[in-house]
């Protein structure tokens, strides 16, 4: 039983098991010049059982500017880049249904001038019984572009704690293993001297009997 319970214990920390619930969680916030960037936009709608449709706009600030600048907008199946700093280089990344939950765009070649401040609209309107509910979900992203990735200490620890969890976890399974090869290795033992005890203590029994005939 103990073995049993170490093993799917292990199993259950190994396996994780899919959901299709939505969770809201913040975009990165450092891009690599050069390279790819997906900016991160998540709206969960609250109220799973009402129907509903969505658009999303991005706007951007410059470092150093003011005013938002309109770059992109998205009305399904339909995706515009209204900017031509971002000609050809913003693609949809979101939710590809009217009821829009996961709003990202990736950013193709990032250069050093789409630092900023990015700002995420998401305009849902739930089609309520008696009328239509709209709701707008605003979401910042404030984006530094670097030349070289720079790895936050967080994030290495995690790494390390991560590894450093693995390794304790093998050798456990390990140390496990053995135990119950070894319990169950006892088992088997056991039983086979058991078997032996029976099988001699029969031979002995039907020895006296046959002794008992002899004599009479």
Known sequence: MICLFTLLVVFNLF?????GGCAEVDSLTEAVAGEGF???CISCKRREEVS???????????LGEEEFRHIFHYDHPSAEILHEDFSDRLEWHGTK???IQIGAIYIHKVIFNDTGTY???INRTLFLRQYDQLVAVVKEVELNVVAVA???PTVVIAEIMMYVLIVVLQL????????CYKKISEEH??????KALKAHAELLESKDICDGVQLE
Not at 15 to 19: G, I, L, N, R
Not at 52 to 62: I, L, N, Y
Not at 172 to 179: I, N
Not at 189 to 194: G, H, I, L, P, T
């Open 52 to 62: 509903a449709r969505s658009t999303v706009d991005w706007h951007f600030k410059p």
């Open 150 to 152: 720079n790895r936050e």
């Open 119 to 121: 700002r995420c609209t």
């Open 172 to 179: 456990w399974l390990v140390v496990v293993l053995v135990y």
């Open 15 to 19: 396996v994780s098991q899919c959901h």
């Open 189 to 194: 033992e056991a039983r086979d001297a058991r």
């Open 38 to 40: 997906l900016l991160g």
């Open 97 to 99: 249904t009217r009821d």
